[in-house]
């Protein structure tokens, strides 16, 4: 695909000079010569390749730049924005990288370098390009039977069921622990349901401050509050015809637990600062990794609700209650780490290697043994098989456990590094707050009962 660069500078001269050059090179070029025409250009076309000087009009004062970088990243956030920055300008270029600009050349610049970053971000953007497909195809793969394996009765119970939901339109609340599939079956049920060809949209709602949460659902107005700039549709419009799946019910607000009953009950939604409701047909999936019943009992979370989105509840077993599963489960992820490590020859895993699967308890389910496949891949380099000594240690039943401290243990997976981030990032808002959850939330951008949950999770209350 042809990029389009788009040259900003307010000197023509300059302009002319690169446009011809780029040109030769195959791009196409579009050019501003102050903020307003360069905004409006972006809208115009394609451009993901930026290159902009920071002295602009009206001041010339690279503040100026500096601001338009903002605003170019926050309308095309895939866009590669190269800066072009005067001598002294060093400090504030490297501070527009950090908030997401690609590079920065130092004038006066060489026409040969230019050329290069050009080229290099163009390559970037196409990596990009291709992770995005292979990221579609691996998901569209997943909404298939091929991605839902298992043979171990309580995962067959489930899946019948699940199946059964499919033709109908009642809504369906999946529960289980964290990593057992709950948002596998929910595509699977849509890909099953008379809404296939339909939107599969689907949202996290502990991961959404309350009010951001109320508009990305439900959409809002333009005005409706300072950041609404422009009318937004939120999901349940985007979903219209097809499922939505509300995973971390549970984690959902009281206020707006009220809101999405009536859209239950009324089929209506109500946009923020908007006068009137609009009619959807979205077929609404719930998850949660929480005992509702015991929150409806502690009044936190409504019972009417409660009893609206469990129209049929499909509970999902854990790992370690369906072991049976586990080398069908390990080969699978095995084939599918080949996508990510393309040359790798490992396709067998030895007896040894599968007992100590077989040994664990798996806490973080199928996706921790996910995980698990990714690394031991990895680590088994130019082997055709996965051994014990490719397993991380905790699994070779030799390592010490996890540290109870804030660093993951030496060889620790992709997701316990993550649980050791978030951790550790939960303990320190709570150090900055003196302890206060709601404002400590509010710093993470998490709702309080989001941040509640996370705590019990990582043993921090
Ligand atoms: N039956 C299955 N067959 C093959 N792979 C599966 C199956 N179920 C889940 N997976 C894989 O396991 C991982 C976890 O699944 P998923 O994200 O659906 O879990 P979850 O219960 O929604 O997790 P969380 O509660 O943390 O959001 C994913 O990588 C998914 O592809």
Redesign the pocket.
Same mark, same amino acid.
């Not at 991605?147 to 298992?150: E, F, N, Q, R, S």
């Not at 289980?176 to 079956?185: A, I």
């Given at each position: 695909m042809t990029e389009t660069v788009l040259l900003i500078d307010d000197d023509p001269g300059f302009r002319d000079a690169y446009r011809e050059l780029l040109a030769l090179e195959g791009y196409a070029v579009a050019e501003a010569g102050a903020a307003p025409k360069a905004l409006s250009e972006l809208r115009r076309t394609s451009a993901r390749l930026v290159v902009l000087d920071l002295m602009l009009p009206p001041t010339g004062r690279a503040e100026e730049g500096a601001a338009l970088a903002d605003r170019l990243l926050a309308e095309r956030p895939a866009a590669k924005v190269i800066v072009v920055s005067g001598a002294g300008e060093t400090p504030l270029a490297l501070r527009l990288v950090e908030r997401g600009a690609y590079d920065f050349l130092a004038k006066p610049v060489d026409p040969d370098v230019l050329l290069s970053v050009v080229a290099r971000a163009a390559a970037r953007l196409a990596l990009e390009d291709r992770v995005a497909e292979l990221e579609r195809s691996l998901a569209a793969r997943?909404g298939d039977a091929s991605?839902?394996?298992?043979q171990s009765p309580a995962?067959l119970e489930a899946r019948t069921l699940c199946e059964r939901a499919a033709p109908t339109d009642v809504p369906v609340l999946i529960t289980? *622990?964290?990593?057992?599939?709950?948002?596998?079956?929910a595509r699977y049920l849509h890909a099953r349901s008379r809404r296939k060809d339909k939107a599969f949209i689907a949202v =996290?709602c502990g991961a959404l401050a309350p009010t951001l949460l109320e508009s990305t659902l439900f959409g809002h107005r333009k005005g409706a509050f300072t950041s609404a700039i422009k009318d937004a549709p939120g999901l349940f419009v985007e979903a219209d015809g097809g499922t939505l799946f509300l *995973?971390?019910i549970g984690d959902m607000e009281p206020a707006l637990q009220v809101k999405l009953l009536r859209v239950l009950e009324t089929g209506e939604i109500l946009p923020v600062g908007a006068a009137r409701p609009l009619t959807v047909d979205v077929r609404v999936v719930s998850?949660t990794?929480r005992a509702l019943e015991s929150m409806v009992a502690d009044r936190t979370f409504r019972d009417d609700l409660y009893w609206r989105v469990r129209g049929i509840e499909i509970a999902?077993p854990r790992l370690a209650d369906r072991v049976g599963d586990l080398p069908l %489960?390990a080969q699978?992820?095995l084939n599918l780490s080949r996508a990510l490590v393309p040359r790798a020859p490992a396709t067998a895993i030895s007896p040894g290697a599968m007992r100590r699967l077989e040994a664990c308890d798996w806490p973080g =389910? %199928?996706?921790e043994l996910?995980h698990e496949m990714q690394r031991a891949l990895v680590m088994a380099g130019g082997r055709g098989e996965i051994l014990e000594e490719d397993l991380s240690p905790a699994r070779r039943g030799s390592a010490p456990a996890a540290p109870a401290g804030d660093e993951p243990a030496e060889g620790a997976t992709l997701e316990e590094k993550i649980a050791a981030l978030e951790r550790r990032e939960i303990a320190a808002a709570l150090r900055a707050t003196q302890g206060n959850r709601s404002q400590a939330a509010a710093r993470l951008g998490l709702s309080r009962q989001g941040l509640l949950n996370k705590m019990d999770r990582h043993g921090l209350k």
């Open positions: 997943e991605a839902m394996l298992g995962f289980g *622990d964290s990593g057992t599939g709950k948002e596998v079956f =996290n *995973d971390e998850a990794h999902l %489960l699978h992820f =389910n %199928l996706r996910r």
